[in-house]
């Protein structure tokens, strides 16, 4: 409990500039993006509706910039912030004699919780969007309105998790590969049609019912991934 309170307050205090300027400004951006007319619509729709499977086969590539700027936007708060922090304590932390893989189950802790603080504040701008608007509640599949939005934003907590964790994975082999795989892997997701890609999950236009269950492992799997690749260099 020690580890996670000194490393949460070094964590803040490396990104607290880059977190509140990037969040305030994803924020502004979706309050903004599309206006305030009264289409009935859901505005989470508008972010997450993304390019449908049938829709690709049948030859239609509109990319879906809002669906992809809210997942990539994390990222830039995040960037390099686990190297920098490794740097700032790694003296403290041999010196204590903590496990290398018990700093790396911390940093998976405090992605989770950016991940959440950036998912609930950026569904609270689009909630409110609806209350403005007027628009009618989310339907997800069998949930509607409160229990859709809750539902989802599981669904996109682990989609945020997972790319944090996957730049975080990648950048202990360079920093620029840590934002290229993520782009990667949302751009291939948003254009191509393998219905085994987890990452569909992210979209309502390719959303099934188990989906949030897919995205589980897959966040699970980059977590093991990153403790492992992360915890080898020890503290040399």
Not at 87 to 114: A, E, T
Not at 172 to 192: C, D, R, Y
Request: aromatic content about 16%.
């Amino acid at each position: 409990m020690r580890l996670f309170k000194d490393q949460f307050l070094y964590f803040w205090q490396l990104i607290k500039v880059r977190f509140l300027s990037w969040l305030l400004l994803i924020c502004l951006f979706l309050l903004v993006a599309g206006g305030f007319m009264r289409n009935g619509r859901s505005a989470s729709i508008m972010v997450f509706q993304g390019l449908g499977l049938a829709e690709i086969r049948a030859g239609i590539r509109d990319f879906p910039v809002l669906w992809f700027g809210y997942f990539f936007f994390p990222l830039m708060i995040s960037l390099n912030i686990f190297k920098e922090l490794w740097i700032s304590r790694v003296m403290q932390l041999r010196g204590q004699q903590i496990k290398p893989s018990h700093f790396s189950w911390v940093n998976v802790i405090l992605q989770l919780l950016l991940a959440a603080v950036y998912v609930l504040a950026s569904n609270a701008c689009l909630w409110l969007k609806d209350f403005l608007c007027g628009n009618v509640p989310l339907v997800l599949g069998p949930w509607q309105g409160g229990a859709a939005e809750l539902h989802w934003m599981l669904i996109a907590w682990l989609g945020v998790s997972s790319f944090l964790l996957i730049q975080a994975s990648c950048s202990e082999l360079t920093p620029a590969l840590g934002l290229i795989m993520p782009i990667v892997l949302l751009v291939s997701t948003s254009l191509t049609t393998w219905s085994g890609n987890p990452l569909n999950a992210l979209m309502f236009s390719r959303w099934t019912s188990g989906a949030e269950l897919f995205m589980f492992v897959w966040t699970l799997i980059w977590a093991l991934l990153y403790v492992l690749v992360d915890s080898k260099h020890g503290w040399v």
